[in-house]
């Protein structure tokens, strides 16, 4: 594709549920970067892959958040055991070894 | 370490009047130097971006940003502020020495007065 891809777009789940949010990105694009944004604020860094180094894992705010990246392209980021604190918009962005970061559509997470 | 700053979180001018947003970074080696746009309910897109040489950088819809480096700033300016500029706006560096990290300052809205 043309650009980086997230999926859902939209996810409304229960508290306590476990989530999924996949993304697709750029393809040659060795770094790819989770982020979270809630309501009017600004970027929170979550977690940071580059290429075949061990994850940057230094923004997660709790054991309940993990990511993975397969074969070096996509990624999911897994939230357990959702709280609603946990609602917010989760973007996802991918980037050459130097150089500016592309960014998805974001998936936008509600937990009730 | 806060690597960015964003001096005021809300700005406003008048349509019309120069837009003027402030970014400075620490870092010990020149970084390279983006400042993204969000507008409300979309993602972020780059307006500008600064690597290396000149240090007058021109971006989408009129913007451009001046890296100083005795200043350690980046801020970005705009001669004529349209409606169409309100939004986020995002200062970012990429620190080159350290593994590619980048990190985002915590924004600035815009807001344009008719």
């Known amino acids: 594709g043309a650009g980086v891809s997230q999926s859902p777009s939209n996810k409304v789940t229960e508290k306590g549920k476990d989530v999924e949010l996949r993304c697709d990105p750029i393809?040659?694009?060795?770094?790819l970067y989770w982020y979270r944004q809630s309501l009017g604020q600004g970027l929170e860094f979550l977690i940071y892959f580059q290429g075949n180094s061990a994850p940057d894992k230094s923004g997660l705010p709790s054991d309940r958040f993990s990511a993975e990246r397969t074969g070096g392209s996509v990624s999911t980021l897994t939230i357990q055991r959702t709280q609603q604190e946990d609602s917010a918009v989760y973007l996802c962005?991918?980037?050459?070894?130097?150089?500016?970061?592309?960014f998805g559509p974001g998936t936008r997470l509600t937990v009730l | 370490a806060q690597s960015v700053t964003q001096l005021g979180s809300h700005v406003s001018v008048s349509e019309g009047a120069l837009v003027l947003l402030r970014c400075n970074y620490s870092s010990s080696v020149p970084p390279y130097l983006f400042w993204y746009v969000q507008y409300p309910n979309q993602g972020l897109q780059l307006l500008l971006k600064?690597?290396?040489?000149?240090?007058l950088v021109k971006g989408i819809n009129g913007f451009e940003a001046e890296f100083k480096k005795s200043e350690t700033s980046f801020h970005l300016t705009k001669p004529s502020a349209h409606m169409s500029d309100a939004a986020e706006y995002f200062c970012a560096v990429e620190l080159t020495n350290t593994g590619n990290q980048f990190y985002f300052g915590t924004g600035t809205s815009l807001t344009v007065i008719p």
């Open positions: 962005a991918s980037s050459k070894n130097l150089g500016e970061q592309f």
């Open positions: 600064y690597t290396t040489g000149a240090t």
């Open positions: 393809s040659g694009h060795t770094a």
